[in-house]
């Protein structure tokens, strides 16, 4: 089952970074080439591409935000009815019938579920990097080290952690082999 549960988190991992870092680079590019077109096209100076560069960083961390929640939801389709190492997760309705093919629709009872349980593990987490943080280092402001990067991390550790939670927790999911 640990088997299981590490290749099914490997692939949404995977998913979920490729998806939410590829969002949120268009979206940043879109409104830097907006924004370059609004000033009247000035030619390309080694000024001007810093300067879009510096846009494109500063669109692309908070795109990132956003993009990682779309991510979180389109993500959790795609870790029912794949066979891994054996197993794989199923999801019925509440009248207990197999959903075949699985649609955002029907995520939507799962993903509030899953959801919280994400924000929880990820509290549970922040708490304890915390904790660890004042003892063990010298940073002098609580949140100091804490960033966009950070909390990713905390979302991808939290998303192993959920798996087997959810998957024992809820009614709706249950793994079975394949």
Known sequence: MNKFYFVLWLKWAIRLTLCSVFLSMAFSLI????????QGIPS???EVILALSDIVKFW???????TILISLFRGLKYIF???????QLHLYTCQKEFIESVG??????VWRKYFMLLIWI????????????YMFSTYTSVFEWFDIYVL???????????FVILSSKCKQIKVVKC
């Open 31 to 38: 409104v830097t080439f907006y924004i370059y077109i609004s």
């Open 44 to 46: 390309l100076s080694a």
């Open 60 to 66: 692309f961390l908070i795109f990132w935000s956003i």
């Open 81 to 87: 009815n794949d066979c891994n190492s054996g197993y």
């Open 104 to 109: 955002y629709g029907d995520l939507v009872k």
């Open 122 to 133: 990820i509290g549970a987490e922040m708490i304890l990097s915390l904790a660890l943080t």
């Open 152 to 162: 990713y991390l905390f979302i991808l550790i939290g998303g192993y952690l959920s």
